[in-house]
C-alpha cells in the first residue's frame, strides 16, 4: 500500500473541500481506510472511516452530518468531501490504511492503522 493524500488548500469558512487518497500500490480494495487530522501543537484525531467494502461509515462527532466519506476501489481511492467546514477543521489530514475484520467495530484508533500517507494542509479562514 501507497498512500498518497492530496486536496486540501486554503478555504473560507462555510466553504467545501474534497480531499484524495490514492493508494499507488493498486491494492485499496484490500483494507478499511480512514482520515486523521492533526492540528498545530493537538494530537492526531480521528476524523472518518469506511469498511474495506465502502459499505460501512464511522465519523467524528465534530465531523458528522458535514463530512462525507466515500471510497472507490476500481480507482483505487478514498475521499473526504469537508463541507461546512468551521476554522476549528484547520489541520494537516491524514489518510491511512488497515487490513479489517468484520467481526469488529470500524476502527477509530490511530494505532490499529498501519499504512500512513503524507498528509495534506486544509486551512479555513474566519
Known amino acids: 500500500v501507497q498512500l498518497q493524500a492530496s486536496g486540501g488548500g486554503l478555504v473560507q469558512a462555510g466553504g467545501s473541500l474534497r480531499l484524495f487518497c490514492e493508494d499507488s500500490?493498486?491494492?485499496?480494495?484490500?483494507?478499511?481506510m480512514g482520515w486523521f487530522r492533526q492540528a498545530p501543537g493537538k494530537e492526531r484525531e480521528f476524523v472518518a472511516a469506511?469498511?474495506?467494502?465502502?459499505?460501512?461509515?464511522r465519523y467524528a462527532d465534530s465531523v458528522k452530518g458535514r463530512f462525507t466519506i466515500s471510497k472507490d476501489n476500481g480507482e483505487n481511492t478514498v475521499y473526504l468531501q469537508m463541507d461546512s467546514l468551521l476554522p476549528e477543521d484547520t489541520a494537516v489530514y491524514y489518510c491511512?490504511?488497515?487490513?479489517?475484520?468484520?467481526?469488529?467495530?470500524?476502527?477509530?484508533?490511530?494505532?490499529?492503522?498501519?499504512?500512513w500517507g503524507q498528509g495534506t494542509q486544509v486551512t479555513v479562514s474566519s
Open positions: 469506511i469498511r474495506r467494502t465502502g459499505t460501512g461509515t
Open positions: 491511512a490504511s488497515k487490513t479489517e475484520n468484520f467481526m469488529n467495530p470500524i476502527a477509530t484508533n490511530i494505532l490499529d492503522y498501519t499504512n
Open positions: 500500490g493498486h491494492t485499496l480494495g484490500s483494507y478499511a
